[in-house]
């Protein structure tokens, strides 16, 4: 008998980065990365629980930057460069790992994975997200989008730009998946009392809240975060598990830090002879990963003193921590649902990076528990959270709390001594985007004129990422983070003068739709003033 509901819900989000002008650019490897090591192997997951029989019933947002990432021609053609070259590598590393056990069946492995790339990129025509499109449809996942550039929503401050964060991800979605969108992923889970009424007025049904954000809610919440609430704007929230966030991302106590999993600190790239690696670095020559790691966790040991990696040992470590993590959740919800009285659901929440390129047997460990749910007959049963919410009984209103899910729970890593000068020209571009979008809103437009606003939507909206402030706090690629923000903004301000003037410069417009072409159906229009909700 089910006693209670599992919803496993993977955030998959990644900065537009996109770079035409370079043959080879350093941030664009973080998509080549997260697609070798977790898209492909999630979707390889999902597919062969399908096969089975077993529908995997995963909610994974996919946000409209990543999604354009994706989808891109050009970024797929280096994709594809950057998979051939690795798989040239592994041919190599067969050969010079022959004479060590764990090493040469490593080197397998990678073969094995970078091959398994490959094929997908042949059958699904370069787009994965294609496949994953696929398993969407016929109801095996649940796909869910993000705010437009995973914005931070309560850094706003002109609520135009809530709505159009919000309004452009729901509209991309439509255009992407054939589908109207029932859940959104808020940009850092971030959260205030402003966003509800235009999550309704978008055509969103639920978002997701971290563990504070709906325990301290007025009410406070009957079920604490074990049944969705509803909030005055009329949407539904989940709140985030703690118990499940503790096993997977704890530094101390999660499963990633077995010693027998994969160490993903030590790599090929710093440990090969240069003239050796040096074919596989870019151009610059500069030491980076190439993804081919040889060595285990072990323990808290120096990077040199770590052990090698033993996939099989590895692999039979992942099938017990899933087996784990059932009879803890299994024990959970029966305790719930003995004194809640009502049959809870367990929203276990991460990014999906965490698995295969952080966790690296995190695609295994959670194939392992979605098979292990459907073949023990558990008391607890996978679900999404489209089908709790259309099966499950009224909500409780409540007001949630003000909350992110970022370190120490609000905003501090988006706001603070070494970001906090971004926000006024953020702010001070935004109203000029309103009040340009209110000026033109009934004017006739040339072509050219309309691609101009457009175009200064997208800058702007690209500046409004919550990934440059994140990146200035942790101190990784500032002055990439800062370039980015810069440049946006002053693509930004140099189509508003020449809009204003009346003489936008047409091949400088056209450079930037081609470099920043995501939201091809995104209208100006969406900056402007609206009655307040």
């Known amino acids: 008998m089910v006693k209670g509901y599992l919803s496993i819900v993977l955030h998959a989000h990644l900065p537009f980065i996109r770079h035409p002008e370079h043959e080879f650019f350093l941030e664009e490897d973080w998509l080549f990365e997260a697609t070798t090591e977790t898209y492909i192997p999630l979707l390889l997951s999902f597919e062969k629980l399908v096969q089975e029989g077993i529908y995997p019933k995963i909610a994974i947002s996919f946000s409209p930057t990543l999604a354009a990432m994706l989808e891109d021609s050009l970024l797929q053609k ?54 994953f499109k696929q398993l969407k449809d016929a109801g095996a996942i649940e796909i869910l989008t993000c705010t437009a550039t995973h914005g931070m929503l309560p850094l706003m401050a002109h609520p135009e730009a809530l709505r159009a964060q919000i309004s452009v991800s729901y509209q991309d979605y439509q255009y992407r998946f054939n589908s109207k969108p029932t859940g959104i992923w808020l940009g850092e889970c971030a959260y205030d009392h402003r966003v509800g009424p235009y999550l309704k007025s978008a055509g969103f049904e639920y978002f997701f809240l971290d563990h504070h954000g709906i325990t301290y809610s007025r009410p ?114 029966e305790h719930l649902n003995g004194s809640l009285k009502i049959k809870p659901i367990v929203t276990a929440m991460y990014d999906a990076e965490l698995f295969g390129h952080w966790w690296f047997e995190g695609p295994q460990f959670l194939e392992q528990t979605l098979r292990k749910i459907r073949s023990q007959r558990l008391a607890i049963k996978a679900i999404t959270p489209s089908e709790y919410l259309h099966n499950s009984p009224e909500l409780q209103p409540v007001k949630p709390e003000i909350s992110s899910w970022g370190d120490k729970g609000y905003f501090e890593v988006w706001l603070n001594s070494s970001n906090h000068w971004i926000y006024l020209p953020l702010h001070k571009a935004t109203g000029k985007m309103i009040e340009s979008a209110n000026r033109n809103q009934h004017q006739r437009l040339n072509t050219i004129e309309r691609r101009g606003l457009n175009q200064a939507a997208r800058e702007l909206l690209l500046a409004q990422a919550s990934d440059w402030a994140f990146m200035m706090t942790t101190g990784s690629h500032v002055s990439y983070a800062e370039t980015r923000i810069q440049s946006h903004l002053e693509n930004f301000n140099k189509l508003q003068v020449q809009i204003s003037r009346k003489e936008l410069q047409e091949s400088f417009l056209t450079d930037l739709e081609s470099k920043n072409n995501l939201f091809s159906h995104i209208d100006f229009k969406i900056f402007c003033s609206a009655p307040a909700l």
């Open 78 to 131: 280096k994709y594809r460069r950057y998979v051939e070259q690795r798989l040239e590598l592994c041919e190599k590393e067969m050969v010079r790992t022959r004479n060590h056990l764990l090493n040469h069946k490593t080197a397998r492995l990678y073969r094995e994975r970078f091959k398994q790339c490959l094929s997908v990129l042949d059958r699904c025509r370069g787009d994965i997200l294609s496949a």
């Open 220 to 333: 406070r919440p009957r079920y604490q975060t074990y049944a969705p609430v509803l909030t005055q704007a009329g949407v539904a929230a989940f709140g985030r598990d703690t118990e499940t966030a503790l096993q997977v991302w704890s530094a101390t106590h999660g499963y990633p830090g077995d010693s027998n999993y994969r160490e993903f600190y030590r790599d090929l790239g710093y440990d090969g002879e240069e003239a050796y690696i040096r074919p596989y670095l870019h151009p610059d020559g500069i030491r980076r990963n190439v993804g081919l790691k040889y060595h285990r966790v072990t323990g808290k040991v120096d990077l040199s003193q770590k052990a090698p990696y033993d996939p099989d040992a590895a692999s039979a470590t992942a099938e017990r921590h899933a087996e784990d993590f059932l009879e803890k959740r299994v024990s959970q919800v």
